[in-house]
């Protein structure tokens, strides 16, 4: 039974969509079997996956009962696009809307590791069908002084979550992306969020650079296109995995960091 992790945060921005794409990388090259969920009607992971813009069916058929999600894997991503939007507008009356979800993954979960869920950019229907389906949330937070309370924000809703329909939820941390620990504005955020999320940080942050515009451009992982960046997204990756309890696959990912620096 595969493990399912939600990637979220209160808001856009804050690298979710990069941190799936990364760590999917990252799991795979572990032979990790990876399905990747584009819960994001703007589509950005199915953008940086390179799947055809054509490819049908996506989730927003998944989420109206049209196909199922094991009919939906194209390359090993469920993909999105606009007509998610609707598909959200059409589920928000229906009884059990924050299920859907989760019974429409039920038996691709079976069939992969790891199903890693990219959230849209904002706290609503979508991501608590994305929290209710998951075992386990991660958080994004941008190097930026508001980066605490976004942080706070995505906490209320996984406890709601988890107070309600899906007790098993846990929260596996708050990962810091876009830093810039050169400037002081960077390091303040991160030393307090690391002053109220405690362990839950990461040790590992994701650096800021311009190359993963360039490497999402391009529809090339940063691990390829600078795998000195990339290094970040291994480090997370091991403490991921360590957090999950996997420590086989842990240790295959601390053997690729060693190669990767020796390179
Ligand atoms: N570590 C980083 N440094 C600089 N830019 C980044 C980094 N990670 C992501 N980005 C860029 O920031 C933007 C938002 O990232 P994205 O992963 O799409 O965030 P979200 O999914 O939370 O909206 C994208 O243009 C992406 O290429
Ligand atoms: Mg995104």
Redesign the pocket.
């Known amino acids: 039974m595969g493990v399912v992790i939600a990637?979220l945060?209160q808001?856009?921005?804050?690298?979710?969509?990069?941190?799936?794409?990364t760590l999917a990388d990252v799991l795979r090259r572990v032979s990790l079997d990876v399905l990747a969920v584009d819960l994001?009607p703007?589509g950005?992971?199915s953008d940086?996956f390179d799947v055809d813009p054509e490819a049908s069916p996506t989730i927003a058929d998944v989420l109206a009962g049209r196909a199922a999600a094991a009919g939906a894997v194209h390359g090993g991503v469920i993909p999105s696009n606009l007509q998610l939007a609707e598909a959200e507008l059409a589920i928000a009356g229906k009884m059990g809307r924050e299920l859907i979800l989760r019974k429409a993954l039920k038996d691709v979960r079976e069939r992969h590791d790891v199903v890693l869920i990219?959230?849209p950019?904002n706290l609503g229907l979508l991501t608590v069908n994305a929290l209710v389906a998951a075992d386990h949330a991660l958080l994004?937070a941008?190097a930026q002084y508001f980066a605490l309370q976004g942080v706070e924000q995505a906490l209320e809703v996984i406890t709601l979550a988890r107070d309600g329909l899906n007790p098993d939820l846990e929260w596996l941390g708050v990962v810091f992306?876009?830093?810039d620990l050169r400037t002081k504005h960077s390091r303040e955020a991160l030393a307090s969020l690391r002053e109220h999320v405690g362990g839950k940080l990461f040790t590992a942050s994701?650096?800021?650079?311009?190359?993963?515009?360039?490497?999402?451009?391009r529809a090339v992982s940063?691990l390829d296109h600078r795998p000195d960046?990339g290094a970040?997204y291994v480090a997370l990756a091991e403490e991921v995995l360590d957090r999950l309890g996997l420590a086989s696959s842990r240790r295959r990912v601390r053997s690729l960091a060693e190669e990767m620096a020796a390179a």
């Open positions: 990637v945060s808001k856009g921005g804050t690298g979710k969509t990069t941190t799936v794409r994001d703007q950005n992971l940086y990219d959230c950019p994004t941008e992306t876009i830093a994701i650096r800021q650079s311009i190359a993963y515009a360039e490497s999402a451009e940063i960046l970040d």
